[in-house]
């Protein structure tokens, strides 16, 4: 039900699923500092043939005439070819997170517009 | 015969705990894109000349709040006023009072206690990032 007013004028427009490229992490992180371990892994990384990224979720929510942004922290350090399934899974968490924040705004479930109908960019 | 009075146990109701404010300012930041079509009339010649000598620019007011929800700091702004001549200090000055007063309806709308938000801005606030 997205765009429906519910709390002292809140309204609550789009989602989106917001994939972004994490500049911080290295593949030594996961290998517990040991460069000779699985070092195709470390390898294939600085080959550049995949890389880290970070998803998190963003909605625009409309209070008093202006939009405000919320966003929840996100998960990091994803590798970029984890998959679409993996992706979709910490999509759900992330969902739930931002859930979570909304109800302690005052938005109930009912009006967060659902998974579904979010956008990936 | 005696019946036994059933106790129902129910969870008493709880506060929703109100989101935190953690910083307020009001920025002054550069308008990138300003409306300068009003210096190109008669009566602003003077003002048009200082600004292309670089006297001054163009700044919009806003301002923000970093607001924690459920532990997450989310950046909550008033709607913003551009276009302003940055030489106008009284008048930035009123602007950033009426950006504050917008931004104080946003967050009680989301929940902030009017005791975290004093009623009127603090020149303190007020961060000028040109």
Redesign the interface.
């Known amino acids: 039900m997205a765009g429906k007013s519910v709390r002292h004028g809140l309204t609550v427009d789009r989602l989106r699923f917001v994939h972004e490229r994490d500049k911080d992490s290295r593949p030594e992180d996961k290998t517990g500092g040991d460069p000779t371990r699985d070092s195709e892994y470390i390898d294939s990384f600085y080959r550049g043939e995949w890389w880290f990224i970070g998803i998190y979720i963003e909605l625009e929510l409309i209070v008093a005439n202006t939009v405000q942004t919320i966003r929840t922290p996100g998960l990091w350090g994803i590798e970029s070819n984890s998959g679409n399934r993996y992706f979709q899974e910490v999509e759900r968490q992330e969902y739930e997170e931002l859930i979570g924040i909304l109800e302690k705004l005052g938005v109930p479930r009912r009006f967060v517009p659902s998974i579904a109908s979010a956008r990936r960019a | 015969m005696t019946t036994r009075k059933r106790v129902v146990v129910v969870e008493a109701t709880r506060k ?2 109100a ?1 935190e404010v953690q910083s307020i300012s009001v920025l002054v930041l550069p308008d990138e894109d300003p409306d300068v079509s009003y210096l190109d009339q008669e009566e602003f010649t003077d003002r048009r000349e200082a600004y292309q000598r670089g006297d001054f620019t163009f700044v919009g007011v806003r301002a923000q709040a970093e607001v924690v ?2 532990g ?1 700091v ?6 913003g006023l551009w276009g302003i001549e940055s030489d106008a200090d009284a008048y930035i000055e009123e602007v950033a009072g009426e950006e504050y007063s ?1 931004l104080r ?2 967050l009680t ?3 902030v206690s009017t005791s975290q938000l004093p009623s009127s801005m603090d020149r303190k606030w007020i961060e000028w990032r040109t």
């Open positions: 929703r705990p989101p929800i459920e997450i989310q950046t909550i702004v008033s709607g917008d309806k946003i709308s989301i929940g």
